[in-house]
Every structure is written in structure tokens, then in C-alpha cells.
């Protein structure tokens, strides 16, 4: 039996498996705590679960780096994941680069970041996303997107707008439009046609998530009925034109209004996400 390891603080002997001889006096100290990895919010300084997105406390980005291995997210600074200790020197995530535009809903700076192979300025303040008018294409183009996306995304409660607020476009600062995207949906989005759409916190997941389920087909299946009522319609009304214009010997006019909300109406429907 080696020589026994005495502890500095009671003076008994420590257990290191062999057991205690006779006569020695155990030591009674209570046994090392093992404190968990903590990671404190640098927004507000709360204290956040390893692989938190997004701080409980204040709704500020915590984490921007997801690990390639187990997929946690990690502070941008980390060198290794916190959740299972590999190296993030592969990670494919980026922090993110400051674009110089403000949040339209807090004014915080918004950051160029990636996710899911999609480019998004997103609001580390709260959470809210901008989509370029190229994004939204390819978001509504392609079917396999939608899941990626979602998954990489941080998930965020949806806040409830109390009042209805007209945002600015962070990128041309003017007014910009709200819609329901897709029309049915029932996410309401702000657009504005020249620079893309913003997305408030949890509006994207949920957009991301009607896709999936096919609301766009069921839109657009809609919109086509809509679109053969209004040709109908139109016709009809020309229809009428063409018949008193007979009975009263004189020229056949045309609808050149109802033309016009026709070709409107077409060009309304041909972007579903404006």
C-alpha cells in the first residue's frame, strides 16, 4: 500500500480506493463540486444553457456558430464546442459581418449570416430577418428548401403586435408594404419590392413551415381560380357590350378597364411572396 494522501483541509486521509487502514482518521470534507459549463449572455449578462440561440432573458443572438459534428450552436469567438468538445475550426457557420443597415423593428445592426446554403441579414437584438428579393425566389422555387432552412434557423417565440406598425426598409429607409404571405398563410410580412422581405422573430419558421405543408400549391391553386373567374367575368362583360352595341346600331367598345385589371391581376399573381 502506497504512502496515504492527507487532505489540507481536515487533515484526514483520502480515499483513493484502497480504502482507510485502521486507526487513521477519513477525511470529512464534502467532495469537489463539477459546475456545469455556463455561457453568460453579453447582451445582458444572464446566464444561458450550453447550445441556447438565443438569451431567455433579453432575446439577443447568443450563439452564431453551430459545431459541424453534433450541430449545437457556440458563441462566435469559441475554438471548441461546448456541447461535445470538438474543434469548430470546420464549422461552417460564420459570426457574421455588420451590413450597416438598422433593424427596422429595434434598430439594432443588422448581420450578414448564412444559413441552409440562403443569405439573410438577420437582427441579433431581436431576432427579426431581412430576404433579399433573390432569396425569396429561390425559397419559393425550391421545394427541398424549406426544411433545411428551418432546422438551421433559431427557434423563437412569435411576438404579437399590439398595434399595427408600418416598418422601413432597412436598405432605402421607406415604407414598406404588409401582406400576407402567400395570401393564406396568415403571417403577415413586410415587403419591400426593390430590397426583399422582413421577417419579425418566429415569422419564418412559420412561413418555412406553411411551405411545407403545401400552402403555396393550395395558393396558387386559388389564385388560377381567381385568375379563369376574372377571365370569365370579363368576357361575360364583353359579351354584353358586343350585344347592346348590336341592338343599338353603334360601334362595339372596349373594356379597356377591365382589360387592365386583368393583366393587373395576372402580374399581382405572378410573385406570391409580394
Known amino acids: 500500500m502506497g504512502e496515504a494522501v492527507i487532505c489540507l ?31 453568460v449572455c453579453r447582451g445582458c449578462g444572464g446566464s444561458l444553457a450550453v447550445g441556447v440561440r438565443a438569451c431567455p432573458f433579453c432575446g439577443s443572438t447568443a450563439a452564431t456558430r453551430r459545431c459541424a459534428h453534433c450541430s449545437a450552436w457556440n458563441l462566435s469567438d469559441a475554438v471548441h464546442c461546448q456541447q461535445c468538445g470538438r474543434g469548430l475550426a470546420e464549422a461552417p457557420d460564420a459570426p457574421g459581418v455588420r451590413t450597416g443597415d438598422p433593424c427596422p423593428r429595434c434598430g439594432h445592426g443588422l448581420a450578414a449570416r448564412r444559413y441552409a446554403e440562403l443569405d439573410v441579414d438577420e437582427c441579433d437584438g431581436c431576432g427579426g430577418l431581412m430576404l433579399t428579393p433573390e432569396t425569396m425566389d429561390r425559397l419559393v422555387a425550391t421545394r427541398d ?39 393564406i398563410s396568415g403571417v403577415i410580412v413586410d415587403v ?57 346600331g353603334s360601334a362595339v367598345p372596349t373594356s379597356r378597364g377591365g382589360i387592365d385589371i386583368g393583366l393587373e391581376l395576372v402580374q399581382a399573381l405572378a410573385r406570391l411572396w409580394q
Open 9 to 39: 483541509g481536515c487533515g484526514g486521509v483520502v480515499d483513493e480506493g484502497a480504502g482507510i487502514a485502521g486507526g487513521e482518521t477519513a477525511c470529512s470534507c464534502p467532495p469537489p463540486a463539477r459546475e456545469a459549463p455556463t455561457v
Open 192 to 248: 419591400c419590392r426593390a430590397h426583399g422581405v422582413w421577417f419579425d422573430a418566429g415569422e419564418l419558421a412559420a412561413v418555412l413551415g406553411f411551405i411545407e405543408q403545401g400552402g403555396l400549391a393550395r395558393a396558387r391553386e386559388r389564385e388560377e381560380a381567381e385568375l379563369r373567374e376574372a377571365r370569365r367575368s370579363l368576357r361575360a362583360e364583353q359579351a354584353a357590350l358586343q350585344s347592346a352595341s348590336l341592338q343599338q
Open 145 to 183: 428548401t424549406p426544411t433545411g432552412l428551418r432546422m438551421a434557423l433559431p427557434k423563437r417565440a412569435a411576438a404579437r403586435e399590439e398595434r399595427v406598425v408600418y416598418l422601413r426598409c432597412p436598405a432605402c429607409q421607406k415604407s414598406m408594404n404588409r401582406c400576407a404571405f402567400g395570401r
